[in-house]
Antibody
Framework: QVQLQESGPGLVKPSETLSLTCTVSGGSVSSGTYYWSWIRQPPGKALEWIAYISYSGTTNYNPSLKSRVTISVDTSKNQFSLKLSSVTTADTAVYYC?????????????WGQGTLVTVSS | EILLTQSPGTLSLSPGEGATLSCRASQSVSRSYLAWYQQKPGQAPRLLIYDASSRATGIPDRFSGSGSGTDFTLTISRLEPEDFALYYCQQYGSSPRTFGQGTKVEIK
């Protein structure tokens, strides 16, 4: 059974870059069957999809964040990562990594537990 | 971008009662590519329903989904204590993938 685990700093200063990594176990990011996504949830608010990446590096970004987001994959470490630049307090949220099917459109069927990132000076 | 509007915002019910949650899309959801998730405090969302009406692995049959086009419904036939939670709908038929704002099912 696949497991996803987010890691990274819990506190980031305004204007800096938020960096998170998702480590996949019990499965492989090199699987052509899935896309690997980042999703966030500000405190008390709804979920927002940020971006996804495939094992080969194909990416798709939410237009609302595209100018500040970079997603990457490291198949040797079975990880994928998120960078969000020029953060503000509005970027404070729980960040989740998740997967969804690639060949046929599908929902987010496995999620990490989430990691809270606070933007504050 | 497809906007999903969930109603009601909060549903106050007693264990054993049935619940009906609505999700309305601002435009037609392609191929009924709509999912429902359950989220409890401090936890990640859990997939309940996909493709509008298919139950995910391990989901009890008291959960059912229906709908097509722009109107979708999640029905919980008899609420168990563990069902009191937040529920989100999400469309994956077009990019960007979007979520509704959620419906909270609380104990009356």
């Amino acid at each position: 059974q696949v497991q996803l685990q987010e890691s990274g700093p819990g506190l980031v200063k305004p204007s800096e870059t938020l960096s998170l990594t998702c480590t996949v176990s019990g499965g492989s990011v090199s699987s052509g069957t899935y896309y690997w996504s980042w999703i966030r949830q500000p405190p008390g608010k709804a979920l927002e999809w940020i971006a996804y990446i495939s094992y080969s590096g194909t990416t798709n970004y939410n237009p609302s964040l595209k100018s500040r987001v970079t997603i990457s994959v490291d198949t040797s470490k079975n990880q994928f990562s998120l960078k969000l630049s020029s953060v503000t307090t509005a970027d404070t949220a729980v960040y989740y990594c998740a997967r969804h099917p690639r060949i046929v459109q599908g929902p987010f069927d496995s999620w990490g537990q989430g990691t809270l990132v606070t933007v504050s000076s | 971008e497809i906007l999903l509007t969930q109603s009601p915002g909060t549903l106050s019910l007693s264990p054993g009662e049935g619940a009906t949650l609505s999700c309305r899309a601002s435009q037609s959801v392609s191929r009924s590519y709509l999912a429902w998730y359950q989220q409890k405090p401090g936890q990640a969302p859990r997939l309940l329903i996909y493709d509008a009406s298919s139950r995910a692995t391990g989901i009890p049959d008291r959960f059912s989904g229906s709908g097509s086009g722009t109107d979708f419904t999640l029905t919980i036939s008899r609420l168990e204590p563990e069902d009191f939670a937040l529920y989100y709908c999400q469309q994956y038929g077009s990019s960007p993938r979007t979520f509704g704002q959620g419906t909270k099912v609380e104990i009356k």
